[in-house]
């Protein structure tokens, strides 16, 4: 595919019930970030996956939210017994992932956007 | 802790005239500031990046200026259109940490 995409794109849960949020970044890239996007704010880091290794997961707000990237290429978010305060557009944007660049620019899919009712 | 400050939170901007935001960031590690674009139902999108070792950095109608004492950048949107109207995050990264302002929802009227 031409960029990064998002499924599904609305996503309406009651509260408590789990939700899975899936990525497909740009083929070859080897970077995968989640970030949280709440209503009139900017993106907040969720967490980063180097292939299919989670380097970093301190954005990650509580042990309800967990990623995967079993394979090094799609990757999940999910997040279990879901609250009101879950409710956000998730962004994933993937990267080249070049160790020996300083950046690597991130290409963002157009988000999920999850109600917790 | 927020790392990234931006201002203003809204902009209302004539077309034809210069829209311009600012941010202002706290850890001097940061060694990337990138801008991006958000049009309603998508994801955010480059539009254009400085480092820190430059003071300017243009690209058709947008200019970046940085000046690292203050630790502070700008955005400066020349002859602004009503195209231009959209959400602008500034950014502030090092490596793969990066750190989003706020965001300032701009409009430019006809």
């Known amino acids: 595919g031409a960029g990064v995409s998002q499924s599904p794109r609305y996503k309406v849960a009651k509260r408590g019930q789990d939700v899975a949020l899936r990525c497909d970044p740009i083929?070859?890239?080897?970077?995968l970030f989640w970030y949280q996007q709440a209503l009139g704010q900017g993106p907040e880091f969720l967490t980063y996956f180097q292939n299919e290794a989670q380097l970093d997961k301190s954005g990650l707000p509580s042990d309800r939210f967990f990623a995967e990237r079993p394979e090094g290429s799609v990757s999940t978010l999910k997040i279990q017994r879901t609250q009101q305060e879950d409710s956000a557009v998730y962004l994933c944007a993937s990267s080249l992932g070049r160790l020996s660049l300083s950046y690597n620019e991130q290409f963002f899919g157009p988000g999920t956007r999850l109600t917790v009712l | 802790q927020q790392q990234v400050k931006q201002s203003p939170q809204s902009l209302i901007v004539q077309k034809g005239g210069i829209s311009i935001i600012n941010c202002a960031y706290e850890n001097t590690a940061f060694d990337y500031f990138p801008w991006y674009q958000q049009f309603p139902g998508k994801g955010p999108a480059l539009l254009i990046a400085?480092?820190?070792?430059?003071s300017e950095k243009k690209e058709g109608r947008f200019t970046i200026s940085f000046n690292k004492s203050a630790k502070q950048f700008s955005l400066h949107i020349m002859d602004s259109q009503p195209g231009d109207s959209a959400t602008y995050f500034c950014?502030?990264?090092?490596?793969?940490?990066?750190?989003f302002g706020a965001g300032t929802r701009l409009t430019v009227k006809p």
């Open positions: 083929s070859g890239h080897v970077s």
């Open positions: 400085i480092r820190p070792d430059v």
């Open positions: 950014a502030a990264s090092i490596f793969n940490d990066m750190r």
